[in-house]
């Protein structure tokens, strides 16, 4: 596909099963937050003082480690649909970025079960943990997909033809970014 | 019509006979839905068993019924399975062989409330073993659903044709089936909230999804079997 025609509109970014996947992921995370917010008005004292037991500051530092890898991802699609030589390391930083974010989860849940939260401490543990891990998982899927993409490269740092497959990585990444802004929100802040 | 599609029909009914069948024997006879509470103490469970006691036999036998009765259903789904593939098709053998494990789940799990139902004069703590074991054997089983409708979706979006043999909103519909139907994979982990297995992610959601996509199903293959796409090249 030339770029005329990527501009000309119409243009579905990688594929369009994947899109489907996306939005059906949105429909699943939509009912657990409706779920959330029904059990967080029925059991708002609780909610609240264990919400309280959150770090938030690890929250807070995973939420600028996600957006910045986000924003590298959009930059290496960009630099691979241009054939820019920058796409890799744009991708491996990606790929560092959303480690970072694993790590500091993987900090965050063993704090939190040495001071005795566990899964099924209350209700509102129960949410935190199933609802982070599940996000967890598609953390671990996407960067899974991205370290796939970035095995794409030629040796001279750039991916003929690859443009689906950047831009299907790209949409799943967003959308793990996506996911975690409204999970924090909810979970940490609201 | 010929002989073929009648059979097709048959199956593809057999399957709204077995949804029937499940729902009437869990609902009003056992009256197991919604499930019983999984913190109910050990003393209350055995309890509801001796005070539904015929209930619970009848329905025991409308589920254990339903669950082969589902076979030809599911038979029906991998015959246009098999025809979107052609002769090379490892989606259709992995559908057959997860469906296998995965539908006979439900024979167990009436054959587990029948157990549980059958002597009351059983101990407690026997009678709440029985019925946990039927309940996991009746939501736990969302791992292999799940991907029995990955399966499912991906062949039918798999098709070229110009006109799919099955249309390809069933496929997507496959897809977000199986991802609703996922949250029942923990259900071991919880007696409350959500994702126990009364809860409104494990049971409510797969259970109002299920029914939802069983329904689109039939209609789907009765459409496809009427204007008789498996005759098609």
Known sequence: MTTAERRSGGHVPGEEGLWVFIGGDLVVFAVFFITYAVAHRQEYALFEASRRLLDRQLGLLNTPLLLTSSLCMAQAVAAVRRDDRRARPLLLATIALGSGFVVVKAFEYAAKISHGFTLNTNSFSIYYYMFTAIHLVHVLIGLGVLCFAASRFDKAGRMPGGAALIEGSGAFWHLVDLLWIVLFALLYLL | ?233
């Open chain 2, 1 to 233: 019509m010929d002989t073929k599609s009648t059979t097709m029909k048959l199956c593809t009914f057999m399957g709204a006979l077995a949804g029937t069948l499940m729902f009437v024997g869990i609902w009003p006879l056992a009256r197991m839905f919604p499930p019983l509470d999984p913190a109910l103490p050990v003393a209350q469970v055995a309890d509801y068993y001796r005070a539904h006691q015929t209930g619970i036999l009848v329905g025991g036998i409308l589920i254990t019924s339903a669950s082969v009765l589902f076979f030809p259903f599911l038979a029906a789904v991998a015959t246009f399975l098999k025809k979107i593939e052609g002769a090379i098709s490892p989606l259709t053998w992995a559908f057959v062989m997860i469906v296998a494990y995965g539908f006979v789940t439900l024979f167990f799990a009436g054959l587990f409330f029948t157990v549980a139902a059958y002597r009351t004069d059983r101990p407690d703590a026997e009678i709440a073993m029985l019925s946990d074991i039927a309940f996991f054997l009746f939501v736990m089983p969302a791992v292999p659903a799940f991907v029995q409708n990955v399966v499912t979706g991906v062949a039918i979006l798999q098709d070229k044709r110009a006109r799919p043999i099955l249309p390809r909103w069933l496929g997507y519909m496959n897809l977000w089936t199986g991802l609703l139907l996922l949250p029942g994979f923990a259900v071991g982990l919880f007696k409350t909230g959500p994702f126990a297995w009364n809860g409104v992610l494990a049971f409510w959601v797969p259970a109002v999804v299920f029914g939802i996509w069983f329904n689109l199903m039939i209609v789907a293959m009765l459409a496809a079997i009427k204007r008789d796409a498996l005759a098609e090249a």
